[in-house]
């Protein structure tokens, strides 16, 4: 597995899925997260402001599985959005630019 893979990171709990959201320029959601013995989730803002979910599978079931993300409504919405599972730390930044900027046009139309 690669070393930037968020499957590695993200699995090994909490303080690493934040420094690597962090390192994408992303903003952790303080004290919405949840920290299992086999799993772990958690909000984050995206640069412009969009809500997004971030989840592990199970690892007793799915071992090696990608981390799953999509957008949230609210930070309770836990099947909200698209899931979507990128391979590294750049396809994650490309995943997060591209759903915010689908959500951003569609909110322009529903403006409308």
């Given at each position: 597995m690669?070393?930037?893979n968020p499957t590695s990171i993200m699995q090994k709990g909490i303080r690493t899925a934040t420094a690597l959201l962090k390192r994408c320029g992303f903003t952790p959601v303080k004290g919405h997260y949840s920290q299992g013995f086999h799993y772990n989730s958690g909000f984050f803002?995206?640069?412009k402001g969009i809500?997004?979910?971030w989840a592990t599978s199970d690892d007793r079931y799915f071992p090696g599985a990608t981390?799953?993300?999509r957008t949230a409504k609210n930070l309770k919405d836990f099947v909200g959005g698209i899931n979507r599972y990128p391979e590294d730390e750049e396809q994650l930044k490309k995943l997060v630019e591209d759903g915010d900027r689908g959500l951003l046009i569609l909110?322009?139309?529903r403006e409308v």
């Open positions: 690669a070393k930037n803002y995206s640069p809500l997004w979910y981390p799953l993300f909110n322009l139309f």
